[in-house]
């Protein structure tokens, strides 16, 4: 018997709940071929191997996404916390930011999209709920803060959970809303940075962290999401954290320029 024989006899043996969730994530016909058939692995190969070997780079990459934005925005609270102070971050721009993930969010569910293609906007707009929160309590508007809260969750609730909840039509007009919301949020974080010569508070790990996401997203939403509002979105999003990892490797360490004023005075 060959490898691929013996390969193939194991591929062909799985567990039904293994086989389940792989035909969840990769359809019926791109799990026969890279999974029980393993097609990469025999000669010649079939015409199906291309476009599902896409698809699976896509998943891993969708997937990786998810996981890697459930910590994305640790270090932006950490940083807040350990300094208590809002320096060099928008409040205007997280909060429109925030509204932005949420509108998001809310068309990706509607529409059924697979989860490895939104997931992020989820945890993302959990840290930028608590970014915004540690924002206001540190510029001194902590009753601003507490009440902001049930405002924001029973917003989200009906948006995302409530059954039958908004039209899809509804759902999409937030989604375009999303993108001048977008263009909005990362708007006042540029000018702040350019007019203080200095980031702040706001951490490089995010940044950096935050334009890979949205690169790789943009590629994950070609191979999935037949939608051109949906790409619109991700890559002005790609383009605009590329303007803030721009500022980021420019004005790495400055002293901002107030402080720098205060100095010379």
């Known amino acids: 018997m060959s490898l691929v024989s013996t390969i193939q006899k194991m591929t062909r043996s799985l567990p039904a709940p293994v086989e389940q969730l792989g035909e969840s994530i990769l359809g019926d016909k791109c799990y026969a071929v890279l999974v029980r058939d393993v097609s990469f692995l025999?000669?010649?190969y079939p015409a199906a191997?291309?476009?599902c070997a896409k698809l699976a780079l896509s998943k891993i990459i969708g997937i990786g996404i998810v996981f890697?934005?459930?910590?994305?925005?640790?270090p932006q609270i950490a940083k807040l916390v350990s300094s208590s102070s809002a320096a060099g971050v928008s409040i205007a721009g997280t909060a429109l930011e925030t509204a932005s993930y949420l509108g998001m969010l809310t068309y990706a569910v509607g529409a059924g999209f697979p989860f490895s293609t939104y997931g992020e906007q989820a945890?993302?707009?959990?840290?930028?709920v608590a970014v915004l929160l540690l924002l206001l309590v540190y510029s001194g508007r902590s009753a601003l803060a507490v009440g902001v809260v049930p405002v924001v969750m029973a917003t989200a609730y009906y948006l995302v959970l409530s059954d039958p909840g908004p039209s899809l039509a509804f759902r999409?007009?937030?989604q375009a809303i999303t993108i001048p919301l977008?263009?909005?949020s990362k708007i006042p974080q540029i000018i702040t940075i350019f007019k203080n010569k200095s980031t702040g508070q706001l951490s490089a790990v995010s940044v950096f962290a935050y334009m890979g996401g949205s690169v790789a997203r943009v590629f994950t939403t070609?191979?999935?999401?037949d939608d051109h509002i949906v790409l619109a979105g991700v890559v002005l999003s790609a383009l605009l954290n590329g303007v803030l990892v721009v500022q980021m490797v420019m004005y790495w360490g400055a002293t901002p320029a107030a402080d720098k004023d205060?100095?010379?005075k």
Not at 68 to 74: H, M, V, Y
Not at 123 to 128: C, E, K, R, S
Not at 222 to 225: A, G, P
């Open 42 to 44: 025999t000669l010649p």
């Open 49 to 51: 191997l291309a476009p």
């Open 68 to 74: 890697a934005s459930s910590i994305i925005k640790l």
């Open 123 to 128: 945890f993302l707009w959990i840290q930028d």
């Open 172 to 174: 999409a007009t937030l």
């Open 182 to 184: 977008n263009l909005a």
């Open 222 to 225: 070609l191979q999935e999401v």
């Open 262 to 264: 205060k100095k010379e």
